[in-house]
């Protein structure tokens, strides 16, 4: 697609339910980021894809989260027994081989209640 | 630990009035620094820097890096109210993964 797209735009979601947030990138970007953006706060790295492989997870808060890539496309973040504090934007970037530098999507705006 | 610090934490300035947001930085092998505008969810790329001392220039925005003091400026002339944003750097690794560390935003009001 053109830009980086982001699904929902918003969830409002009960304390202790799963969520699936999709991220579906630039055609022909291998390198695909998660990012979580907290009120106040800066981006907060979380996974980093490159292909359907993920080198680095080093991000990721605890094991209630987990992210999977198919196809070299689409990726899906899934947040398990969601807490308050998972409250955030979630961000999705990618980029094209050889270009140092994001384009970022939309985000989806995670409300744990 | 790598790090990337911004300040001010945010500034409230009048129309016309000239802006500097700060960056420093410490990282393992750094390759590039980014600033980014993020209005409301997706930030927007400004510049991407990785020589010392060549001035990237945008319009009224500019930017540059001191690689041996490791920090950099972004420079807004002329500010307007449309450049009330948070103002994101980011900084790339490579001593792992090729991934960007972000710092947490000057947050920029520009008042009419």
């Known amino acids: 697609g053109a830009g980086v797209s982001q699904s929902p735009s918003n969830k409002v979601t009960e304390k202790g339910k799963d969520v699936e947030l999709r991220c579906d990138p630039i055609?022909?970007?291998?390198?695909l980021y998660w990012y979580r953006q907290s009120l106040g706060q800066g981006l907060e790295f979380l996974i980093y894809?490159?292909?359907?492989?993920?080198?680095?997870k080093s991000g990721l808060p605890s094991d209630r989260f987990s992210a999977e890539r198919t196809g070299g496309s689409v990726s899906t973040l899934t947040i398990q027994r969601t807490q308050q504090e998972d409250s955030a934007v979630y961000l999705c970037?990618?980029?094209?081989?050889?270009?140092?530098?994001?384009?970022f999507g939309s985000g989806t705006r995670l409300t744990v209640v | 630990e790598d790090k990337v610090v911004q300040s001010p934490l945010s500034l409230v300035v009048h129309e016309g009035d000239t802006v500097t947001l700060n960056c420093s930085y410490e990282v393992t092998n750094f390759r590039s620094l980014l600033w980014y505008k993020q209005e409301k969810k997706a930030p927007t790329f400004l510049f991407m820097l990785t020589s010392s001392g060549i001035e990237k220039k945008s319009g009224r925005l500019s930017s540059i890096l001191d690689k041996k003091e490791l920090f950099s400026i972004l420079n807004i002339t002329a500010t307007q109210t449309g450049d009330s944003a948070v103002y994101l750097c980011?900084?790339?690794?490579?001593?792992?993964?090729?991934?960007?560390?972000f710092g947490t935003g000057t947050r920029l009001k520009v008042l009419a």
């Open positions: 980011a900084v790339e690794d490579t001593s792992g993964t090729y991934k960007y560390i």
């Open positions: 894809f490159q292909g359907n492989s993920a080198p680095d």
């Open positions: 055609s022909g970007h291998t390198a």
């Open positions: 970037a990618s980029s094209s081989p050889g270009y140092a530098g994001y384009t």
